[in-house]
């Protein structure tokens, strides 16, 4: 089928499934024995992440970061493995490129197929596993890049309250995305160990144990360290937003101060009753008004003694 793609060599075998349909994969379960609830949980919607041993094989499920360049948004996709001494089954949407890389190797170099293709086919999958945690990090740096460029605008001369904001709801999204997709991959790798130590023979393969678990502690502490400076980042600029805000409350407040007294004065000498003051003198116009400028001058003087303006 169009979708599947499969190579072998050394008694092992690697089966490439890059559409998320359940007709490639219900072939694929008729061909190696897949138990019905495995294939319907391989099938969208997505699975939390886990290791389940069956009889002669395991299920397990992974997810792993995907980034958006249009909406600069991350996503996550999900990787089903079916996984024996024998074979090794991947079963994904086609958005991991290393993944796809890695089969390509395998099917075209004879050297790589040597290198990978031995023991149990648990060395194939740890290799591709560990290969997509390395394609993790130029995202990890992305963050990184985008948290520096809204610190130097948070605290820019030119600043975009709106985009500013928005930016930091991104990014925080981001990170918390990026947290929950890789918070299972440890877990499944210490059950892994446990559960496969004699008929996937891990404990041969040592060193990509090791390395995936640096790997996955690595990444979990860049998302560590990323939280908490999105989370100062968002704080600093409630902060500034709420002392903008006051300071436009503060202006707002004074001036209604200021015109309410004279807005006042203005309406009781509108009134045209019998001894109103200044109504008939001929100067009265000019008397209201700079009566009204010295109130407003006077209330201004003592709001500066006090340090108010």
């Known amino acids: 089928m169009k979708y599947i793609q499969e190579v072998e060599a050394n008694g092992l075998v690697w089966v490439n499934v890059s ?26 919607p997505f699975q939390r992440p886990k290791i389940v041993k069956r009889g002669h094989y395991y299920l397990i499920i992974l997810h792993f970061p995907i980034f958006n360049r249009e909406t600069k948004r991350l996503g996550f996709t999900e990787v089903d493995i079916f996984l024996s001494s024998q074979f ?6 086609g958005s991991l490129p290393r993944l796809e890389s890695f089969f390509a190797e395998c099917r075209k170099n004879v050297d790589v197929r040597q290198r990978f293709f031995d023991g149990t086919a648990v060395h194939i999958f740890l290799e591709a596993w560990s290969r997509l945690c390395d394609a993790i990090f130029p995202s990890l740096l992305h963050i990184n890049a985008d948290i520096n ?14 985009h500013m904001a928005k930016e930091i709801l991104r990014l925080k999204t981001n990170i918390v995305t990026f947290r929950r997709t890789m918070q299972g991959h440890r877990l499944v790798l210490d059950r892994l160990v446990i559960y496969g130590g004699h008929d996937l023979r891990v404990v041969n393969y040592q ?23 999105i989370n100062a980042l968002h704080e600093t600029n409630e902060s500034i937003l709420t002392l903008r805000t006051n300071e436009v409350m503060k202006t707002l407040t004074i001036i209604s101060v200021l015109t309410f007294p004279l807005t006042l004065l203005a309406a009781i ?33 003592t709001f500066k003694k006090k340090g108010w303006v």
């Open 207 to 229: 060193s990509f144990i090791t390395g995936l678990r640096e790997n996955t502690t690595e990444i979990w502490h860049m998302l560590e360290s990323q939280k908490e400076s």
């Open 88 to 93: 090794f089954v991947s079963f994904h949407d």
């Open 19 to 44: 559409r998320q349909h359940e007709k490639e994969l219900s072939e694929l379960g008729k061909r190696f024995g897949f138990e019905r609830a495995d294939i319907a949980e391989a099938l969208p």
């Open 269 to 301: 000498l509108a009134i045209r009753a019998p001894g109103t003051p200044f109504v008939d003198h001929p100067w009265g116009f000019f008397i209201i008004i700079s009566t009204s400028f010295m109130g407003a001058a006077t209330m201004l003087f």
């Open 149 to 162: 460029s809204v610190d130097k605008e948070l605290f820019g001369q030119l600043r975009n309250e709106g």
